[in-house]
């Protein structure tokens, strides 16, 4: 059996270090149980450090991640900017993401993964067309 293995999108990263996030329990609970280094492409880590960017070293706590080999970004979009460039389009009506985009495409090439995120668009996403995305997504906690 192949193993499963978590592809990580910015919400539950932001959520998981800002405490006043009304998802923060379930980013600090999901994420600690998760095995490391935890996938993820490089518009993630981007769009996350963006959300950070007025939390004390936020941009650094991210890359902090990625250095410490607790996130691995082994997605390369230049090699990959054909597909991805078809689910943009694919899903304009959404709009996609190119953080989104990068994720639906390695949930495809990455065997048994599933993605984290908070985005409800990866309800709609599909994978080679037709496949639903494996998901972990936080519940809507009531608003506050």
């Known amino acids: 059996m192949t193993p499963r293995r978590p592809i990580l999108d910015a919400g539950p990263l932001v959520a998981f270090f800002n405490p006043r996030d009304r998802r ?52 390369d979009l230049q090699e990959q900017a054909g597909a991805v460039l078809e689910l943009i389009e694919k899903y304009a009506d959404q709009p996609m993401s190119l953080a989104d985009a990068c994720l639906v495409r390695m949930a495809e090439m990455v065997p048994g993964s599933y993605v984290v995120t908070l985005d409800r668009d990866f309800e709609v996403y599909r994978m080679k067309g037709r496949q639903v995305i494996p998901t972990v997504l936080s519940p809507d906690p009531p608003p506050g």
């Open 24 to 75: 923060h329990a379930w980013a600090v609970e999901t994420l600690g149980e998760l095995e490391v280094p935890l996938l993820t492409c490089e518009p993630v880590l981007a769009e996350a450090c963006h959300l950070m960017r007025k939390t004390p070293d936020g941009p650094a706590v991210v890359v902090e991640l990625l250095h410490r080999g607790l996130l691995a970004t082994d997605f």
